[in-house]
């Protein structure tokens, strides 16, 4: 009889979370109807309860980090490029708020909180995958952002919680037109509106899409400018120009693009895996932020608590 051979191991799933895009849908789209104990608003919080409490439901998920924008207008970025997210209006108190409470409840149910002064949370995902694919884990990163999806390596997944669609390193180009290794170049071509990159004059998406599939990658294509203008495409030679005249621009835009891999995270818990939790934490928050009964039963449950009817 032929030898058995043993099945291959599974990786165990890290989840890593953006927070900040759920806080923001929620901010935008819950209504302006709840409010904590000091009268301040909690709209985000209520979204952003249900959305975690939907996910811990859903996946029990063991090694998880929950990774939140602090770099706002700080971020090293902004040293690049001034302009950086320049674009956007500065986050009003009421949402300031209501992040630190984001965060408190997270920290409350044993989630691991990512957030620093100088990286933002695609950093802090980045570096946090990046330091746990040598111990076996895969990726699972909750979030919709396209940039996202270069730190896709075989195994991971990205998932856009909120339309239930899930895709893996072989899945992007059908959605973004390009590999997963070739985001941040494509990014750089075309810029980034949300993050007011303004990429390289003329290259739209579909011109990005068609000089990466020919020469490979940015570096290649800004060594090899020559050929552009031979290319079958309309603008070929106009593109050619514009490659010469901001190579440097480009360079920085995909500087920019590109998710840093060595964020701090080292005060998290090993692993990732979820800790403790602070049942009188998560008591006091459902308490000030006027939490009702079900999502509370909700809380304690997720949180491993016996249920407490005295609400």
């Not at 409470?101 to 691991?112: E, I, S």
């Not at 290794?181 to 998406?205: F, M």
């Not at 964020?263 to 939490?291: C, Q, T």
Request: charged share 25%.
């Amino acid at each position: 009889m032929p030898e058995a051979t043993a099945a291959p191991t599974l990786k165990s799933p890290l989840y890593l979370v953006d927070a900040s895009l759920y806080v923001f849908r929620a901010w935008h789209s819950m209504p302006d109807q709840f409010h904590d104990a000091d009268g301040w608003p909690t709209n985000a919080v209520h979204g952003f309860a249900r959305f975690v409490l939907e996910l811990l439901e859903q996946e029990r998920p063991q090694h998880i980090a929950i990774a939140f924008d602090e770099a706002l207008d700080s971020c090293f970025r902004n040293k690049l490029y001034p302009a950086y997210k320049a674009n956007r209006d500065p986050a009003p108190e009421e949402l300031k708020r209501q992040f630190t409470h984001c965060k408190a409840l997270c920290a409350a149910l044993g989630l691991n909180v990512l957030a620093h002064s100088e990286y933002e949370a695609d950093d802090l995902i980045g570096s946090a995958l990046h330091s746990a694919r040598p111990r076996g884990f895969r990726g699972v990163i909750v979030s919709a952002d396209k940039d996202m999806s270069q730190l896709l390596w075989e195994a991971d997944e990205q998932w856009d919680f909120a339309r239930g669609q899930r895709w893996g390193m072989a899945g992007v180009k059908a959605r973004h037109g390009v590999e997963a290794t070739q985001i941040a170049d494509y990014l750089a071509l075309t810029g980034d509106a949300v993050d007011n990159i303004p990429g390289v004059t003329g290259i739209g998406a579909k011109s990005a899409a068609i000089l990466l599939a020919h020469f490979g990658s940015l570096d290649v294509l800004l060594t090899r400018i020559d050929e552009v203008a031979f290319l079958r495409m309309r603008g070929a030679a106009q593109m050619a120009v514009r490659l010469r005249e901001q190579r440097e621009h480009a360079l920085l835009w995909r500087q920019l693009s590109t998710i840093a891999l060595d964020a701090p995270v080292d005060n998290a818990e090993p692993d990732f895996i979820r800790a403790s939790v602070d049942a009188g934490m998560l008591e006091a928050l459902s308490e000030s932020l006027r939490f009702g009964p079900m999502t509370r039963r909700r809380l304690r449950s997720a949180a491993g608590l016996g249920d407490n009817t005295n609400y």
